[in-house]
């Protein structure tokens, strides 16, 4: 993935980025070539994973409607029902976010990163590992370590109301880490956590969900692009807001 970072950051690391007037100059064919790769880097790591885990938040809510309860009434406190969700009110959203950090560890979109490779020989916990090996870090597995969470199947978003330095998207823990770590950590988490954080907030402001015959979603995988939902989630939305000019 991203071959347009790898370049540059190759380029630069053997000398052979050329600089024309202390700035670092690409031809016309780099530019256009590498362009390409990173608008489709963009797009394909954007679309799938932000979508699926949409799709896992509202499942894990419809199977835990006292949590989802919990959100409905934080976002009555912070936006009510006279306007729409805005930029401003997300970092307000606590408990929202909360429910987006344990949908990213239950169901990472990307159980095992992307495929990176060991630059040189190394040894970890006693295994050598050769040069040039193919490594895939299995952070669902992780994420769902008794080891380091407490009932690690529960999904229970109030663990990530404390200890929030720790538990963040910087890949600087090695128990949490969705967006990956290190120089080649994902580069659009910021943009990722305000597409989650407004859409979540905006279809759950806006309307209440309802399940078809009442039958609770289940939780079985499929591994594809990204970790999805084996079986689509079928939700009824149902308007909730007295004020009906939102819905306009
Ligand atoms: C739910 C949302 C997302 C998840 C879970 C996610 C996850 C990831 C992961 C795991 C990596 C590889 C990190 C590694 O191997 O250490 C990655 C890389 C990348 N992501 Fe995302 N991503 C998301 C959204 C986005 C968005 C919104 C964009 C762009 C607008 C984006 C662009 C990229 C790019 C360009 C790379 C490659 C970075 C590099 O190789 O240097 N991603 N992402």
Same mark, same amino acid.
């Given at each position: 993935m991203s071959n347009f970072?790898?370049?540059?950051?190759?380029?630069?690391?053997? *000398?052979? !980025?050329?600089?024309?007037?202390?700035?670092?100059?690409? =031809?016309?064919?780099?530019?256009?070539?590498?362009? =390409?790769?990173?608008?489709?880097?963009?797009?394909?790591?954007?679309?799938?994973?932000?979508?699926t885990t949409m799709e896992w938040a509202m499942t894990e809510l419809l199977r835990h409607p006292n949590k989802l309860q919990r959100v409905v009434e934080e976002l009555d406190a912070i936006i009510g029902d006279? &306007?729409?969700?805005?930029?401003?009110?997300?970092?307000?959203?606590?408990?929202?976010?909360?429910v987006v950090k344990e949908t990213f560890r239950i169901h990472p979109p990307a159980p095992l990163l992307f495929p990176h490779m060991s630059s040189e020989t190394t040894i970890v916990a006693g295994y050598t590992i050769p040069k040039n090996s193919n490594i895939f870090f299995n952070v669902r597995a992780i994420q769902r370590n008794a080891e380091f969470w407490e009932d690690p199947l529960r999904f229970e978003p109030e663990r990530f109301l404390?200890? &929030?330095?720790?538990?963040?998207? =910087?890949?600087?823990?090695?128990?949490?880490?969705?967006? *990956?770590?290190?120089?080649?950590?994902?580069?659009?988490?910021?943009?990722?956590?305000?597409?989650?954080?407004?859409?979540?907030?905006? !279809?759950?402001?806006?309307?209440?969900?309802? !399940?078809?015959n009442g039958r609770i979603p289940n939780v079985k995988e499929k591994l594809q692009?990204? !970790?999805?939902k084996a079986e689509p989630l079928v939700v009824v939305p149902v308007a909730r807001l007295s004020n009906l000019m939102q819905y306009k």
């Open positions: 970072y790898g370049k540059v950051v190759d380029l630069a690391s053997d *000398g052979r !980025l050329r600089h024309r007037d202390g700035i670092a100059a690409f =031809t016309i064919t780099e530019v256009a070539a590498t362009l =390409t790769v990173a608008t489709l880097d963009m797009i394909i790591g954007s679309t799938d994973t932000t979508s006279q &306007t729409s969700v805005e930029e401003s009110h997300l970092p307000r959203l606590l408990y929202l976010e909360a404390k200890d &929030t330095e720790k538990r963040n998207y =910087t890949g600087n823990s090695f128990h949490f880490f969705p967006f *990956g770590s290190g120089r080649r950590i994902c580069v659009g988490i910021p943009l990722a956590e305000k597409i989650m954080m407004q859409i979540l907030a905006t !279809l759950l402001h806006c309307f209440k969900w309802e !399940l078809p692009l990204v !970790l999805s």
